[in-house]
């Protein structure tokens, strides 16, 4: 994720901080600074960062639910709106994205019932209002962390994607009915608590605002993934190419390739010798060489010689990973040392866009 930092590995999974989680302590350090002075902005401070652990441990219990059933997690990054397990796939079996949706919640609940017990068997009072009357300082923090929590569960058990209650929906329906059939109505059921809380926020709290746009977009994007995933599910990498391409060799110029790129729509070029790939020139890369050695340089000079390829019969879903690892728009299509095209991250689209058309007719076809 860009925009954030590596903190560190818990359990061998790297835990990443973003920019913006930053920015929200100091304005928040500021702002108990401004109403209390230090002593409140560094509790203020120690609170907060306090919450954002019980985050981590509730994204831990995700990540360690998922490796369970042999689903590694690329990393945990911390945001203003809690934390984010990115996890490899998500798994199509109903019950294993059940019990990995479940657990960070459980996680959340045991917390809850730990700081219940440790607050109870110290004598001291539950709710924090009370414990500020009756109780020491160190009384007062821990309630506040476990009403914090509380309605953290509360929040994310909710049936709405992206909260873990939406993955849970989707994993109960998808065990009586079709997996894109169930992540449409849980997508559906997002976007109407989104409204609600948009509502809700208009008149009262403009922070549920924030929060409906984050579930709105959260629904949106997992039923357009899992959209994805099944038209592109059992395709191979030759089926999807572009096998009508240019290529260059190392010895033409950059005005050759500007050529090529204004007379039609291609932007990347693998560039061979003979029947071998030897390096690809990028968009950027075509850029970069024109503006720092004019039209006349040498493709072979801007173009780059480390790049990734795809093979015609793997599958277009573990190419597309490899695009996105190495934040590609285009990979040479190779096999056997021969080049027999081009995937782009285009054609996969347009690819897409015409199967969901095609389906889409099928389904609304009338019956004879």
């Known amino acids: 994720m860009g925009w954030s930092w590596k903190l560190g590995k818990i359990r061998g999974i ?48 995700h990540a360690l639910a998922a490796r369970r059933f ?11 709106i809690g934390g984010v397990a990115r996890l ?21 609940l045991g917390l809850v019932i730990v700081l219940y017990i440790v607050l109870r068997a110290s004598g001291l009072p539950t709710l924090p209002s009370a414990t500020m009357q009756a109780g ?11 009403w914090v929590n509380s309605t953290l569960f509360l929040f994310n ?4 994607f992206p909260m873990d209650g939406g993955r849970v929906l989707r994993a109960v329906l998808a ?92 932007h990347d070029f693998p560039v061979v010798d ?15 060489g024109l503006a720092k050695q004019g039209t006349a340089s040498k493709v072979g ?9 795809a093979e015609p019969n793997e599958p277009v879903q573990a190419a597309i990973a490899r695009l996105h690892e190495c934040r590609c728009r285009s990979l040479p299509v190779v096999r056997d040392g021969t080049l027999h095209g081009m995937l782009t991250l285009d054609n996969i689209g347009e690819f897409v866009m015409i199967r969901s058309a095609i389906r889409g007719s099928v389904m609304t076809r009338p019956a004879v």
């Not at 930053?22 to 209390?36: E, N, P």
């Open 14 to 61: 790297e835990l990443r901080l973003h920019a913006t989680f930053v920015i929200l302590v100091v304005w928040l350090a500021l702002a108990f600074y401004r109403q209390a002075g230090s002593a409140a902005a560094a509790r203020g401070v120690l609170f907060i960062l306090s919450l954002f652990a019980s985050v981590v441990v509730h994204e831990l219990g």
């Open 274 to 288: 003979g029947d071998r790939v030897i390096g690809v020139l990028t968009q950027r890369a075509l850029l970069t």
């Open 301 to 309: 000079d801007s173009m780059e010689q480390s790049f990734r390829v």
């Open 157 to 160: 058990i909710l049936p709405a």
């Open 175 to 266: 065990l009586r009915m079709d997996y894109l059939r169930a992540t449409d109505v849980a997508a559906r059921f997002g976007r109407w608590f989104a409204f609600l809380f948009g509502i809700v926020g208009l008149f009262y709290n403009p922070f549920l605002v924030l929060i409906a746009l984050f579930v709105w977009l959260g629904a949106a994007g997992e039923s357009s993934a899992v959209h994805v995933r099944s038209s592109l599910a059992g395709v191979n990498v030759g089926r999807v190419m572009v096998s009508d391409i240019q290529t260059l060799s190392p010895n033409d110029t950059l005005d050759a390739a500007l050529q090529h790129v204004l007379g039609g729509f291609q």
């Open 70 to 80: 042999g689903v590694p997690t690329k990393d945990i990054t911390l945001l203003p």
């Open 88 to 108: 490899e796939y998500i798994p199509d079996r109903p019950k294993q994205e059940l019990f990995i949706a479940l657990a960070g919640p459980a996680v959340t």
């Open 136 to 146: 020491p300082a160190w009384g007062v923090f821990l309630a506040q962390l476990m």
